[in-house]
């Protein structure tokens, strides 16, 4: 009996369904996640408590951050991009002690911000830690390979771009492969049945020869909400892909299961198609980000969220979205790279076992 059913990315046929269930908007953090830096369960609360006091006192509303900036310049509300849980720094240096984390579009002198967008030396108690991350945007091996392996360029035949094939997941015996929405649908545009080819259309692929996959469905995001996962899926055939990730000198790596949760100090790797293969260590969690989708949409809010910072040099670079991150050395699926400031660094990503419920997948091991 064949493990997958056969599938003809040239024809139509596909399976439609609506994804109703609604995310929470302020998911627990365990202590766990905190990567062993405390054990205290009081320790925790006061940490979550701050941070949602101050999420809830500085992030304004995405619809609003385009004028905010406009008309505040960098000392207002305009200027603050996310809220987190990561370990202190003071002068790049760290401190060992956990902080709520503020990210800024720009680092400021005190005395330069606005009274009402200041973030407190602490808040109940907690530090906190003002971080530059620049602005956040949505995020492009480039080859055509066949059969194509994760972490190498897709895209969409109704847009010259590109960025990253996560990894192959399965549903009632049929396969699938994993990216992010503003990846393969366009951020909510694409029609059901479109085209993904390998590589995206800016790499030189070419529709409809290059067609591996077909968009079968993706988790709308929401301008007007709270989102917690920027994701698609498409489905492909076993002769086309790979469940392999590529690597440096195309070295083909297995996944490793099972999926694991992200925690502070965590080292991570990824392969993209704009960076490549990258390791990075996992700076802050339980993240609440502000993210561009811009030109294709306006200003989107995630929660639990974490941030990747890399090691060497940056972590990834536009183009690089969709990419899975996973442990390193073990390679367990960790999270759904999407957004990130290459210029500071900064990588935003979805927690793996959020996107994959919400879809209702599971991973191809």
């Known amino acids: 009996m064949k493990e997958f059913d056969d599938f003809d990315v040239t024809g139509e046929g596909f399976e ?33 408590q701050a941070r949602n006091e101050l999420e809830e006192r500085l992030l304004i509303a995405p619809a609003e951050t385009a004028l905010a900036a406009a008309e505040e310049g960098p ?14 720094e003071v002068g790049g240096i760290p401190t060992g002690q956990l902080a ?45 390979l066949r059969p194509a392996p994760c972490g190498v360029s897709i895209g ?20 699938y492969i994993l990216s992010n929405n503003h990846v393969m649908a366009l951020v909510n545009r694409a029609p059901i049945g479109a085209g993904i080819p390998q590589p995206g259309r800016i790499d030189g692929g070419v529709c409809s020869r290059d ?14 909400g709270t989102n917690v996962v920027d994701a698609a899926i498409a489905q492909t055939s076993p002769v086309l892909v790979d469940r392999r990730v590529i690597r440096l000198g195309g070295f083909r790596q297995r996944l490793v299961a099972p999926e694991v949760a992200p925690m502070l100090g965590a080292l991570v790797q990824k392969s993209g198609r704009t960076t490549q293969y990258r390791r990075g260590q996992i700076d802050a969690v339980n993240v ?78």
Request: charged share 20%.
């Open 16 to 48: 439609e369904f609506d994804v109703t269930k609604e995310p929470e908007a302020k998911p627990e953090i365990s202590i766990e996640s905190l990567g062993g830096m405390s054990a205290d369960e009081g320790e925790m609360r006061s940490l979550l």
């Open 75 to 88: 000392s207002g509300f305009g200027n603050i991009v996310g809220v987190g849980i990561g370990e202190k």
């Open 100 to 144: 709520v984390k503020v990210f800024v579009k720009e680092k400021l002198y005190q005395a330069d911000v606005a009274a009402e967008a200041l973030v407190p030396g602490t808040l109940g108690g907690v530090p906190t830690d003002v971080d530059a991350t620049g602005e956040v945007e949505a995020q492009r091996f480039t080859s055509r």
């Open 156 to 175: 969409n035949c109704g847009m010259v771009m590109a960025g990253t094939l996560g990894c192959l997941v399965t549903r009632q015996a049929k396969l």
């Open 211 to 224: 067609i591996i996959a077909r968009l079968t469905q993706f988790v709308t995001i929401s301008f007007g």
């Open 288 to 365: 609440t980000v502000n993210v561009s989708y811009s030109p294709l949409g306006g200003v989107a809010r995630f929660s639990n969220q974490f941030r990747v910072r890399g090691i060497g040099g940056i972590f990834s670079d536009a183009g690089d979205s969709g990419s899975l991150v996973t442990s390193y050395p073990l390679n367990h699926p960790v999270g759904l790279l999407f957004a990130g400031s290459a210029g500071a660094n900064m990588t935003f990503c979805n927690d793996i076992r959020r996107v994959r419920g919400l879809l209702g997948v599971a991973i191809v091991y």
